[in-house]
């Protein structure tokens, strides 16, 4: 990569909100500079479709950048040919995080409070509005960073089928709470250059845990951990509407539960590195909620084999038929989005159950493996 040539410009104080939080200088649109990251292992089958969907966009990135990291495919001479400039990564054992601190370490020290750093998975692609959208909330003054909402891309067979569903809920969700999302997701997500070194500085101060720079290497997921430490420095964020794009799903079963098991265990590990706070407390309360859906599933669950063991037959006592209920009703709704085909398979209890246990199987064994300090592994 080469070396930027704009002069390190004056960092600006932050202010404080009426609410507590704190609001960031802005800009005019015209203004912010866009900067893209995109750490990529071994995407040449897709990161062409990456670039592309930025060349595509209604306010197009001033500079893109791929972090190629640990490459033995042709990532690097795809993104070239392409116009994006290429940094490799040296030494880096640190995955994505350690990828993207290599570049973060020499770029923000060449960035002022009107550049913007926009981190995408290299297995991404933005739909047309996101940056020009990302860029209108930033321009506000009230966030810190952008994420997107994101639907999985086709493929997969069944289980992509089931993820894509999975995707549409949580957008739906998201909207629904007018962009209140619990996570910047790593596949998309805009930050206030100034963001990311406010938290480069509390790092250093003791005020944030993990190294002295953006990303914790530690953790499994860093993109969890970066919210948590933005919220921490009283900072706004939003995953608005118009911030959508298309990701990758996971082909099987297997790579499914490796990935979900690292998200899983990874939100867990990052909440214990932070501790109870004003911050946490919500998030604490949410993997008590996933608790008690394991138990209440697996209750569920044993209350339909007893009645099969026992009675030679199915016989679901009425607050078990009301649970069934519920949840047809809600597997239903709240795929709306993906059309009339989609509601009819979510209403086969049979279908969307598969799902869930297997989800809960996971948060049971993320649950299991933090309690005994496994070893953490990407």
């Given at each position: 990569?080469t070396?930027?040539?704009?002069?390190?410009?004056?960092?600006?104080?932050?202010?404080?909100?009426?609410?507590?939080?704190?609001?960031?200088?802005?800009?005019?649109?015209?203004?912010?500079?866009v900067?893209?990251?995109?750490?990529?292992?071994?995407?040449?089958?897709?990161?062409?479709?990456?670039?592309?969907?930025?060349?595509?966009?209604?306010?197009?990135?001033?500079?893109?950048?791929?972090?190629?990291?640990?490459?033995?495919?042709?990532?690097?001479?795809?993104a070239r040919?392409?116009?994006?400039?290429?940094?490799?990564?040296?030494?880096?054992?640190?995955?994505?995080?350690?990828?993207?601190?290599?570049?973060?370490?020499?770029?923000l020290?060449?960035?002022?409070?009107d550049?913007?750093?926009?981190?995408?998975?290299?297995?991404?692609?933005?739909?047309r509005?996101?940056?020009?959208?990302?860029?209108?909330?930033?321009?506000?003054?009230?966030?810190?960073?952008?994420?997107?909402?994101?639907?999985?891309?086709?493929?997969?067979?069944?289980?992509?089928?089931?993820?894509?569903?999975?995707?549409?809920?949580?957008?739906?969700?998201?909207?629904?709470?007018?962009?209140?999302?619990?996570?910047?997701?790593?596949?998309?997500?805009?930050?206030?250059?100034l963001?990311?070194?406010?938290?480069?500085?509390?790092?250093?101060?003791?005020?944030?845990?993990?190294?002295?720079?953006?990303?914790?290497?530690?953790?499994?997921?860093?993109?969890?951990?970066?919210?948590?430490?933005?919220?921490?420095?009283?900072?706004?964020?939003?995953?608005?509407?118009?911030?959508?794009l298309?990701?990758?799903?996971?082909?099987?079963?297997?790579e499914?539960?490796?990935q979900?098991?690292?998200?899983?265990?990874?939100?867990?590990?990052?909440?214990?590195?932070?501790?109870?706070?004003?911050?946490?407390?919500?998030?604490?309360?949410?993997?008590?909620?996933?608790?008690?859906?394991?138990?209440?599933?697996f209750?569920?669950?044993g209350?339909?084999?007893?009645?099969?063991?026992?009675?030679?037959?199915?016989?679901?006592?009425?607050?078990?038929?009301?649970?069934?209920?519920?949840?047809?009703?809600?597997?239903?709704?709240?795929?709306?989005?993906?059309?009339?085909?989609?509601?009819?398979?979510?209403?086969?209890?049979?279908?969307e159950?598969?799902?869930?246990?297997?989800l809960?199987?996971?948060?049971?064994?993320?649950?299991?493996?933090?309690a005994?300090?496994?070893?953490?592994?990407?």
């Amino acid at each position: 990569m080469t070396s930027p040539q704009r002069a390190v410009a004056r960092t600006r104080p932050t202010s404080h909100r009426d609410d507590g939080k704190m609001s960031l200088p802005w800009a005019r649109i015209d203004q912010i500079r866009v900067t893209v990251l995109i750490p990529a292992h071994n995407e040449a089958a897709q990161i062409a479709e990456s670039i592309a969907s930025l060349r595509a966009q209604s306010r197009i990135p001033d500079r893109v950048i791929v972090i190629a990291d640990n490459c033995s495919d042709d990532t690097a001479g795809i993104a070239r040919r392409l116009g994006a400039e290429v940094f490799v990564t040296v030494g880096n054992a640190h995955k994505k995080a350690g990828a993207l601190n290599q570049v973060l370490d020499r770029l923000l020290h060449f960035l002022g409070p009107d550049d913007a750093i926009l981190v995408m998975d290299a297995d991404s692609a933005l739909d047309r509005g996101f940056v020009q959208a990302g860029l209108e909330y930033l321009c506000t003054g009230r966030y810190a960073a952008v994420g997107g909402t994101f639907t999985g891309k086709d493929g997969g067979g069944f289980v992509g089928m089931l993820q894509r569903n999975e995707y549409a809920r949580y957008a739906r969700d998201v909207h629904r709470l007018d962009g209140k999302a619990l996570v910047l997701t790593g596949t998309a997500t805009i930050f206030r250059a100034l963001t990311l070194q406010q938290v480069v500085a509390a790092r250093r101060a003791g005020q944030l845990p993990g190294g002295a720079h953006v990303y914790d290497v530690r953790v499994l997921t860093e993109d969890n951990e970066l919210t948590l430490a933005i919220l921490h420095l009283r900072l706004r964020i939003l995953a608005p509407k118009e911030c959508t794009l298309t990701t990758e799903v996971m082909p099987t079963w297997r790579e499914l539960f490796r990935q979900r098991l690292r998200w899983k265990r990874g939100a867990l590990e990052n909440l214990g590195d932070y501790g109870w706070t004003k911050v946490t407390w919500r998030y604490w309360g949410r993997q008590l909620l996933s608790l008690i859906g394991i138990v209440v599933l697996f209750l569920y669950l044993g209350t339909l084999v007893w009645s099969i063991t026992a009675t030679g037959g199915l016989r679901i006592q009425p607050v078990w038929a009301a649970v069934t209920v519920i949840f047809i009703v809600e597997r239903v709704v709240t795929v709306r989005a993906r059309g009339p085909r989609q509601m009819l398979l979510a209403g086969l209890l049979l279908v969307e159950m598969v799902f869930d246990v297997f989800l809960q199987i996971v948060q049971a064994k993320a649950f299991w493996e933090a309690a005994w300090h496994r070893e953490r592994k990407w």
